[in-house]
């Protein structure tokens, strides 16, 4: 079996196995490096009560974790499911080489979870957006990033 199908089969396994187990929904993802397997993820929105516990940022963690970085150059990600914007997100901040996945956007909206709402939004004014975005007195703020800009050894990511 090529390592590409080996991997995307382990990503869908655990969307079967966790999604019967109640945890959330039919998402799974598996990340890998030198090609081991070294962060599992699944859906885990309902066990967890945690909306942001969708596969891929499950496996992000996980992978992170195993490694001790907070980034992941060198892994690729397979994921049951493209992934959705919050994920997407997530997977850009860690930086993989490559993003594999099986089910697409689409398919994923045809079972409820349609995402397409989100795409739409960030193309909105803030004023327009469902959930207003309303920028308030930055002064205090700003303060803590110009302590952050100064500070000796900060790390930029």
Same mark, same amino acid.
């Given at each position: 079996?090529?390592?590409t199908e080996k991997f995307m089969k382990e990503a869908v396994?655990?969307?079967?196995?966790? &999604?019967?187990?109640?945890?959330?929904?039919?998402?799974?993802?598996?990340?890998?490096?030198?090609?081991?397997?070294?962060?599992?993820?699944?859906?885990?929105?309902?066990?967890?009560?945690?909306?942001?516990?969708?596969?891929?940022?499950?496996?992000?963690?996980?992978?992170?974790?195993n490694l001790d970085t907070n980034q992941l150059e060198g892994?690729?990600?397979?994921?049951?499911?493209?992934?959705?914007? &919050?994920?997407?997100?997530?997977?850009?901040?860690?930086?993989?080489?490559?993003?594999?996945?099986?089910?697409?956007?689409?398919?994923a909206a045809a079972l409820g979870f349609d995402d397409s709402?989100?795409?739409?939004?960030?193309?909105?004014?803030?004023?327009?957006?469902?959930?207003? &975005?309303?920028?308030?007195?930055?002064?205090?703020?700003?303060?803590?990033?110009?302590?952050?800009?100064?500070?000796?050894?900060?790390?930029?990511?």
């Amino acid at each position: 079996m090529v390592m590409t199908e080996k991997f995307m089969k382990e990503a869908v396994e655990l969307s079967k196995k966790h &999604m019967e187990n109640g945890d959330g929904g039919p998402f799974g993802c598996v990340i890998v490096k030198n090609k081991k397997i070294i962060g599992k993820g699944w859906n885990n929105v309902l066990k967890s009560r945690d909306p942001t516990a969708h596969a891929e940022m499950c496996a992000i963690r996980d992978a992170c974790a195993n490694l001790d970085t907070n980034q992941l150059e060198g892994c690729d990600i397979y994921s049951s499911c493209e992934p959705c914007p &919050m994920c997407l997100g997530a997977i850009y901040w860690a930086r993989p080489d490559r993003v594999f996945y099986a089910n697409t956007r689409e398919d994923a909206a045809a079972l409820g979870f349609d995402d397409s709402f989100i795409y739409q939004e960030m193309k909105l004014p803030f004023e327009e957006r469902k959930i207003p &975005m309303i920028a308030l007195d930055k002064s205090e703020a700003k303060k803590v990033f110009e302590i952050w800009k100064n500070k000796e050894g900060n790390t930029s990511y």
